[in-house]
């Protein structure tokens, strides 16, 4: 299979310390974006380590879901924390979905379409296989502008690694991440109704080794470049990010804003 993502994903533990906790989080306001989903049947495309999936089941008591990802460590590690029959988790490609046209009566993205090199084939499949007058929605991270702890990383890690430089562009300019990005692709796509707009949760740290722990775990481009460092890169990085992080006060709990985009469309009937 021919997989269409460029996030590094092979452990669903550390991808739970570093961004699961905050999709849970994500979850609910994005949920009550979406609006009531009812008796129907719903896809999580990207689910991930099931973190959307497992929040929409806990609201929905009559909604079947099928949640897909590329990765099948996180596919796993998603199987492994519920045994609800309504729920089904599958290895798949957001550009090629695993199911046949018109199956969902809601389709749902929560932070994968910005790592999907050709993203708006992923929202053209989203179109195929949504049915006449079901929902279409996706979230993805502000990085530029609105993703404080990530900035807090790269900016850090650029200023005393000129290599890194790259990495931080690339994170800045992923698809779908700039102001109507994807509201566009959503009427692109011929959805009708569009609605765009943005939310905002917190990340909370308890201290500095809580916001440095998830870099270890080598999952994403940042956590990929930590873990490729030599140990005196790596100890020189965490000093730098460290002092970025305690700002002139000692270390204890921080808490920063993370906004992502959202969009929601009616599949034309």
Not at 256 to 269: C, D, F, H, L
Request: proline fraction near 6%; aromatic fraction near 10%; charge should be negative.
């Amino acid at each position: 299979m021919a997989v269409s993502s460029t996030f590094a994903a092979t452990d669903g533990d550390a991808y739970e310390m570093q961004m699961g906790r905050w999709s849970r989080r994500l979850a609910e306001p994005f949920l009550d974006f979406v609006g009531p989903v009812g008796g129907g049947e719903v896809l999580d495309l990207g689910c991930g380590t099931g973190s959307l999936t497992l929040a929409l089941a806990a609201r929905e008591a009559a909604c079947r879901i099928s949640g897909v990802d590329f990765s099948a460590a996180y596919v796993e590690h998603a199987r492994g924390r519920t045994s609800d029959p309504r729920i089904d988790f599958q290895v798949g490609d957001a550009c090629a979905i695993p199911f046949p046209a018109a199956r969902f009566d809601r389709v749902l993205s929560l932070l994968m379409l910005h790592f999907v090199p050709r993203a708006t084939d992923a929202v053209a499949e989203m179109r195929r296989v949504a049915r006449p007058g079901a929902v279409a929605a996706a979230a993805v991270w502000d990085a530029r502008g609105g993703f404080v702890a990530q900035r807090i990383f790269l900016d850090t890690a650029a200023a005393i690694d000129p290599g890194v430089d790259t990495l931080r562009a690339q994170n800045c300019i992923r698809p779908m991440t700039r102001p109507g990005e994807l509201g566009a692709a959503w009427r692109a796509a011929g959805f009708e109704d569009v609605r765009d707009g943005a939310l905002t949760i917190r990340m909370d740290y308890a201290d500095f080794e809580d916001f440095w722990r998830p870099y270890l775990g080598a999952q994403g481009p940042a956590a990929s470049y930590v873990s490729g460092l030599e140990p005196a890169a790596q100890a020189r990085l965490r000093d730098h990010v460290r002092r970025a992080y305690l700002d002139g006060e000692p270390d204890g709990p921080r808490s920063y804003a993370a906004t992502a985009w959202v969009v929601r469309g009616v599949a034309p009937g």
